[in-house]
């Protein structure tokens, strides 16, 4: 059973970088051909995806968001790491980490529980 769990600051102040981890267990985050994603969800608003990272570490990225959003890995700890600079009140959501299944990429099937995250002073 693939588990994921998210980790992060619950609250961000307005121009700082959010940074959150994705502790996987129960799968190897570098078997092929999964992509793991993180995804976030705004107040009154629909999902919106943000990044992927492939199971051979290529990444990608919404581009709306690209130029403040980075994705890595670190394989010997099984995680995966999403920052996001220059935070606004708007980048307020929940986030979540997610993979995909054997549907084809960015179908995410196995989610994290998600993470609360609140920019402001």
């Known amino acids: 059973q693939v588990q994921l769990q998210e980790s992060g600051p619950g609250l961000v102040e307005p121009s700082a970088t959010l940074s959150l981890t994705c502790t996987v267990s129960?799968?190897?985050?570098?078997?092929?051909?999964?992509?793991w994603g993180w995804i976030r969800q705004s107040p009154g608003k629909g999902l919106e995806w943000l990044a992927a990272?492939?199971?051979?570490?290529?990444?990608d990225y919404n581009p709306s968001l690209k130029s403040r959003t980075s994705i890595s890995r670190d394989s010997s700890k099984n995680q995966f790491t999403l920052q996001l600079t220059s935070v606004t009140p708007e980048d307020t959501a929940v986030y979540y980490c997610?993979?995909?299944?054997?549907?084809?990429?960015?179908?995410?099937?196995?989610w994290g529980q998600g993470t609360q995250v609140t920019v402001s002073l």
């Open positions: 997610a993979r995909d299944g054997t549907s084809g990429p960015y179908y995410w099937v196995y």
């Open positions: 129960g799968a190897s985050i570098t078997t092929r051909p999964y992509y």
């Open positions: 990272i492939a199971y051979n570490g290529n990444t």
